[in-house]
């Protein structure tokens, strides 16, 4: 699917995806700055993507995790900064929670460090309840 504003178009088409921008682009991030770079494109042909595009060029990207049933993980959001500021990002994630396909899912989740503002514009908040949540993190080193 694809939709347009402006000279800006958001895709989800995997063909249209350019695996050097997204690795240079989360390679700016605080969150993958180190990531391996085949990390990178192995996460990335695993997740539905959305590509944001000026023109030819991709200068964002955000992934979503999901079962297409009852959950969606959104992660490596991301915007160049040469384009920050004009409402992309917002954009994206309206885009991505209208997606047909996703429609009916008991529970979208993300995290983010600093950009809770933005994503409680389209409805995000804190956990409800963290307590019956648990993880095991692990600091990717290698492949």
Known sequence: MQWQR???????DPALLDY????AGLH?????AERDPAIII????HSLCFGVYHGQQQIGLARVITDYAVFAYIDDVYILAE??????????VQTMLAYPELQGLRRWLLAT???QGLYAQV??????SAEPWMEIFKQQTEN
Not at 6 to 12: K, L, N, P, V
Not at 20 to 23: K, R, T
Not at 28 to 32: C, G, L, N, R
């Open 123 to 128: 409805g995000f908040g804190p956990l409800a």
């Open 28 to 32: 700016q991030t605080y969150w993958a």
């Open 42 to 45: 192995r996460s990335v042909e």
């Open 83 to 92: 384009h920050r500021g004009q409402g992309l990002g917002k954009w994206l």
């Open 6 to 12: 402006g000279d800006y178009t958001i895709s989800t």
């Open 20 to 23: 050097a921008a997204i690795v």
């Open 113 to 115: 460090r600093n950009a």
